[in-house]
């Protein structure tokens, strides 16, 4: 049973403009989400968290909503830069630090 | 300050062997986790340690151990490997409760 899906595959985006990447999750017990980025050959990247206390998070760039009704946060890339072409995965977990239950990744090209 | 690190990077066994990967966390972090990530797919939880104590398990079987040292580092043992078991491994430490940042990995492949 997958807890926690990431839809699309891969999303293709033209430099400056905005990137969105999705996620769904079904296990009403995570209360913790980040954002990994992870290029080819290298350990997934930190990028942004949120908490179930709050629905928006901002960091430079990177904004992640949560929809604790939809069981839905999303990612915002703003503006999209061709350095952000990787898989950006999403995972949660159901206590900060506890174990993390990652989707199955997004691939996001941008495009110069 | 360096990140978590890894050892090996590349690793090739074949079926039946042993291996051990070694992970040590980022300076102050007391906590160390493991996952496996097969191509395609994201990582998926093998172990947590903290203070050198088991905090959780993943959905593996006990060809699966580790364990973590007084220095917080830690190695994950692999017995009797199959050619399922090919993936990169990830040692993630944190500090706290605070997030969790990810070493490099160790590509293992099982021929």
């Known amino acids: 049973d997958q807890q926690v899906k990431q839809n699309s595959p891969s999303l293709s985006v033209q430099e400056g403009r905005i990137s969105i990447l999705n996620c769904d999750y079904t296990?009403?017990?995570?209360?913790?989400f980040l954002w990994y980025k992870k290029y080819p050959a290298e350990g997934p990247t930190f990028l942004i968290s949120?908490?179930?206390?709050?629905d928006k998070n901002e960091d430079g760039r990177f904004t992640v909503f949560l929809n604790k009704s939809a069981k839905h946060l999303s990612l915002h890339i703003v503006p999209s830069q061709p350095g952000d072409s990787a898989v950006y995965f999403c995972?949660?977990?159901?206590?900060?630090?506890?174990?993390?239950?990652f989707g199955q990744g997004t691939e996001l090209s941008v495009k110069p | 300050d360096a990140g978590v690190t890894q050892s090996p990077t590349h690793l090739i066994k074949t079926r039946g062997q042993h291996v051990t990967l070694r992970c040590s966390p980022i300076?102050?972090?007391?906590?160390v986790s493991w996952y496996q990530q097969v191509l395609g797919q994201g990582p998926q939880f093998i172990f947590q340690?903290?203070?050198?104590?088991?905090?959780g398990r993943g959905n593996f079987p006990d060809r699966f151990s580790a364990r973590q040292f007084p220095n917080y580092s830690s190695e994950l043992n692999v017995n009797a490997l199959l050619l399922g078991d090919s993936a990169l491994y990830l040692c993630?430490?944190?500090?706290?409760?605070?997030?969790?940042?990810f070493g490099p990995g160790t590509r293992l492949t099982v021929l």
């Open positions: 993630a430490s944190r500090a706290g409760v605070d997030t969790q940042y």
């Open positions: 296990n009403s017990m995570f209360d913790y």
């Open positions: 949120i908490s179930s206390i709050k």
């Open positions: 995972a949660a977990s159901a206590r900060q630090g506890g174990k993390l239950i």
């Open positions: 300076s102050g972090h007391k906590s």
């Open positions: 340690y903290y203070e050198k104590e088991e905090r």
